[in-house]
Structure formats: structure tokens, C-alpha cells
């Protein structure tokens, strides 16, 4: 299928209140700016230095997500243009994303990315440490952003009540926010098992290969 009937395709899977995350990494700004011709306007990468090198090449009007684990050092360079940073996943991190939007003068949205997948090699908070992060972030400690929701990544397995249980696990601590202060996004789910993301409660999903097609990492 073309990277039109792919998007058309995915959108249609989508009930209405469920953002669209379009993860374009490892794809060429030609693709993204076919998809953006399409309508699309948020777009997640991973990695920095790529989105430095698009970012410029692209409509401004582009809603960018930092979708991966970002080096502190690192901040500084997107800091200008990121509207959200969805993996932030330590308190060193949260300082400095606030200290470089203070020092642009803007607010950045962020999402905590809390760990939820048994395998031992993702990122991401324990339950405990996001609490804290709000709490602080609830009595002022980081003026210069925005917590607009959370993030969480389930295990790559086909053990779909495995996926399902950890989803819920994060919608139970999206509940539990929610109840001091309002938070809009529920970032859950990609290509594999955005479906049952969205039965759990995800109101945001990060979709990458099944719009743009398989990553090719061979010139990388
Ligand atoms: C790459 C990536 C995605 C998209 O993955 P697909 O399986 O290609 O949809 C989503 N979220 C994160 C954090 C990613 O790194």
C-alpha cells in the first residue's frame, strides 16, 4: 500500500478523540511532507540531530514530538521549535527542558513516560517517581512547562492480555493525576497494538511503520 492509503487507513481505525502521532524517524522529509500534505500536523521522531535536519526543511506549522530517550546535553537543540517532549523519564531532565523553555521564553509540553513494560531495557519512571515529578510539578517547582499527560510503551509481545494489563496499569495512574489536576493526553500505543491501547483508555497514539512503511536502519 502506498504511504496515502496507509494514512487513510490508519486514520480510519481512529475513533475521532484519539490524537495522531505520526512517527516519522528513519523516513525522508519527502514522506513527511506527503503525509503533511494529507492533513497531518503532529509528527513524533527520536533522535535529535534528525530532527534538526528536518525540522528546518519543513513546514513550520509541523507540531514536533520527541518521542525517545533525550539526553539532558540535548535539550538545548530542539528547545527553540519542540512543542512536546513525550519521554521525559528523570527529574534532571525536567529541570533542564524547564530551564532551556525559560531561557526561549516559552512553555514546553512534556509528558512523563513511565515505565510499564516488564522487559528490563525500556526507559521510563516507576509509578512512585511520576507521582513525585507531579507533585512537584503541582506546587510550581518547573514554571516553564507543561505536563500535559503521559507516556507509556507496552512489551513487544503477542501476549495481548500481557499489553492489555500494562496499558491499564498506566490509565489506573492516569486516573489517579487526574483527579488533582486535569491532564489531557494518554500516550499509548503504537503500529502492533494501537487497537487495544485505545480499549484501555489511550486518547493519543504514536504510529510509525504502519503509515510510513518499514524503517530501514542499513544507512544509519
Ligand atoms: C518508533 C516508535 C513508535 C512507532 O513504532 P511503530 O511500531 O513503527 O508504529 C512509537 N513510540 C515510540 C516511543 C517509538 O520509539
Redesign the pocket.
Known amino acids: 500500500m502506498s504511504i496515502q492509503e496507509n494514512y487513510y487507513d490508519t486514520k480510519n481505525r481512529l475513533p475521532e478523540h484519539v490524537q495522531l502521532v505520526a ?1 516519522s ?1 528513519t523516513h525522508p522529509v519527502s514522506a513527511i511532507q506527503e503525509v503533511y500534505d494529507l492533513g497531518q500536523r503532529i509528527f ?1 521522531e ?1 533522535k535529535v540531530q534528525e530532527v534538526m535536519e528536518k525540522y528546518p526543511l519543513l513546514p513550520k506549522d509541523i507540531q514536533w514530538h520527541i ?2 530517550h533525550l539526553q539532558t546535553n540535548k535539550v538545548k537543540y530542539i528547545a527553540e521549535f519542540v512543542d512536546t517532549i ?2 521525559v523519564d528523570s527529574e534532571k531532565l525536567m529541570k533542564e527542558i524547564d530551564k532551556e523553555a525559560a531561557r526561549h521564553q516559552r512553555t514546553i509540553k512534556i509528558l512523563l513516560q513511565v515505565k510499564i513494560a516488564r522487559e528490563e531495557s525500556k526507559f521510563g519512571l516507576d509509578n512512585e517517581e511520576a507521582r513525585d515529578l507531579f507533585q512537584k510539578y503541582i506546587h510550581g517547582d518547573f514554571p516553564n512547562i507543561e505536563i500535559t499527560g503521559l ?1 507509556g ?1 507496552a512489551s513487544f509481545t503477542d501476549d495481548k492480555d500481557q499489553v492489555r494489563g500494562e496499558f491499564l496499569t498506566l490509565k489506573k495512574l492516569y486516573d489517579e493525576f487526574n483527579q488533582h489536576k486535569k491532564l489531557g493526553t494518554l500516550s499509548m500505543g ?3 497494538d494501537f487497537p487495544v491501547a485505545i480499549e484501555c483508555g489511550a486518547n493519543s497514539v ?5 503509515i ?1 512503511g518499514r ?1 530501514d536502519y542499513s544507512n544509519r
Open positions: 512517527v524517524k513524533g527520536n518521542i525517545g513525550q519521554s507516556m510503551m503504537m503500529s502492533d504514536r504510529v510509525g511503520s504502519a510510513f524503517r
